[in-house]
């Protein structure tokens, strides 16, 4: 069904339309916090209090903007929310299996998972903003300007963020572009 009227009809309180909802977006909303925290417990309890928000929000949605973009942005708000909060701090990233799709062909002998390891060292060196922006662009596929929706900041400094995050990530990893 087309997602627009999935969402009218989870705004009218069916049930079925609101599971259709959250089962489509379910992984890719873990997915979204898992690649920036890299913990799988935690990344599940942060999906679900996104959904916890989405459904009371939900209401209030307007169509000016793409579900997934409004349903992102409130993640990405609980993102920075989760960064801020005095007793938490961003933790070390384990980056998900999901990586492998973006690996490139190694011409040293090395382990896929060696290099999966080093991809998400390479993650986790990145400020905050620039992980999230990569991880949005690369792994969401999200344009500069729908992540300048979702993060609340300018298109322009969005694609600075992403051109020093691949700038930081090709440097951490030359040794495999070969």
Do not use: C
Request: charge should be positive; aromatic fraction near 10%.
């Amino acid at each position: 069904m087309e997602e627009s009227k999935l969402v009218k009809r989870a705004q009218k309180g069916d049930r079925d339309a609101m599971e259709a909802l959250i089962g489509g977006y379910y992984p890719l909303v873990f997915a979204y916090f898992y690649k920036n925290t890299g913990l799988y417990h935690q990344s599940k309890d942060l999906t679900q209090e996104v959904f916890i928000k989405m459904i009371s929000g939900l209401s209030g949605y307007r169509p000016r903007a793409a579900f997934k973009s409004w349903l992102f942005a409130i993640a990405s708000n609980h993102l920075k929310n989760h960064y801020r909060s005095a007793s938490r701090r961003p933790e070390p990233a384990e980056f998900s299996e999901a990586l492998q799709e973006v690996l490139p062909a190694d011409s040293r002998e090395i382990s896929r998972a060696e290099l999966r390891q080093d991809i998400r060292a390479a993650l986790e060196k990145l400020p905050p903003e620039q992980r999230e922006a990569v991880v949005l662009r690369f792994y969401h596929d999200f344009t500069p300007r729908e992540i300048a929706e979702i993060t609340g900041v300018r298109e322009a400094a969005i694609k600075s963020r992403i051109r020093y995050g691949l700038d930081k990530l090709k440097k951490e990893l030359e040794g495999y572009a070969e």
